[in-house]
């Protein structure tokens, strides 16, 4: 993971698109899922030679972990709090049931001298097992609901392990010094224990952190234009993102928020610009071998370290009032 962090950092501070590689780490995590399930569904039908082996197997076998459970019926936790307003497992087994069930009556509806006949066909070392096509139906749904579990997972996850290193680096880039800003750990924004759950980043103007500058910072690009609402809303000073509308960003001039494009080649300038018309003492980054940079960088940066470097600026700025 943190290899792949780093190439990340790298793509997106040279101004390249960083999705190739989050994608890497999906379908990496894909293919090892399927072939696990697939693993799970050979034992069980060899174990299992009743017609009502899925259900007995992965819908009403309380050993299945929930996460799965969900998959084999077909649907994601986000769908059953949807559907149900919770996700006790009890529900989701009563739904998971009922949605394998709607596929055994879409197949009686189906013409089937019109379309083409699945029945997948699955080995594993010396047990081999054929799906009818009732089966292989629902299979492709389990699959189906496991990618977009692990899909919107990575998204998120990379998002939260990427964003403090990224800012880190930039700051180390520009030699800001590290007692000048704080880097808002996650647990105290999910906590509700700052005053903007969206701050990323704050860098103090003055000693007595009366004159700050808030900054933002999401992945997302033009494909999301909400962000860039929340972002006028929230008032932030600075808001990073990989791409934005140009009206977003005249919105944003009007109300002092300055946006800035990572997917620009230029983005670690403008923000040393900004920054430095700000009154913030930074250096010029150098935009020549940044790969060799955010391996050193990074390799300094310490989750723990910037965790409590919060709690000691709050306490120092406490002292000073």
């Not at 610009?273 to 935009?287: C, D, M, R």
């Not at 940066?301 to 709690?311: A, V």
């Amino acid at each position: 993971m943190e290899k792949l962090l780093d190439k990340i950092i790298i793509a997106i501070l040279k101004g390249k698109d960083h999705r190739p590689y989050v994608l890497q780490t999906i379908n990496k995590r894909f293919t090892d899922t399927v072939f696990d399930l697939l693993k799970l569904i050979v034992e069980a039908r060899n174990r299992n030679k009743k017609d009502s082996w899925w259900a007995d197997e992965f819908l009403n076998n309380a050993s299945i972990p929930k996460r799965e459970l969900l998959w084999f019926g077909g649907l994601n936790n986000k769908t059953v709090a949807n559907m149900a307003n919770t996700t006790a497992r009890e529900v989701c087994v009563d739904l998971g049931k009922k949605n394998v069930e709607s596929i055994n009556e879409l197949i009686k509806e189906l013409d089937h001298n019109n379309i083409p006949k699945i029945e997948i066909k699955i080995k594993y070392r010396e047990k081999e097992v054929t799906l009818t096509e009732r089966e292989s139906l629902v299979l492709l749904n389990t699959i189906s609901a496991m990618k977009l579990t692990l899909q919107g997972g990575a998204w998120s996850e990379v998002g939260k392990k990427v964003e403090k290193r990224l800012l880190f680096a930039i700051f180390e880039m520009m030699s800001l010094d590290n007692n000048s800003y704080i880097l808002v750990p996650e647990k105290m924004k999910s906590k509700g224990l700052v005053g903007n759950r969206e701050v990323d980043a704050v860098i103090f103007k003055d000693k007595n952190g009366k004159k700050l500058i808030k900054i933002e910072l999401k992945l997302l690009g033009i494909g999301n234009p909400e962000i860039g609402d929340e972002a006028l809303a929230r008032g932030v000073e600075l808001f990073l993102t990989d791409r934005m509308t140009p009206m977003m960003i005249e919105e944003g001039k009007k109300k002092g928020i300055r946006f800035i494009e990572l997917r620009d080649s230029q983005a670690l300038i403008k923000i040393y610009e900004y920054l430095n018309s700000e009154g913030i003492k930074v250096s010029k980054p150098s935009l020549e071998n940044i790969e060799e940079q955010v391996k050193q960088i990074t390799q300094k940066y310490n989750e723990e370290y910037e965790d409590t470097k919060i709690m000691k600026k709050a306490k120092e700025l406490v002292g000073k009032k």
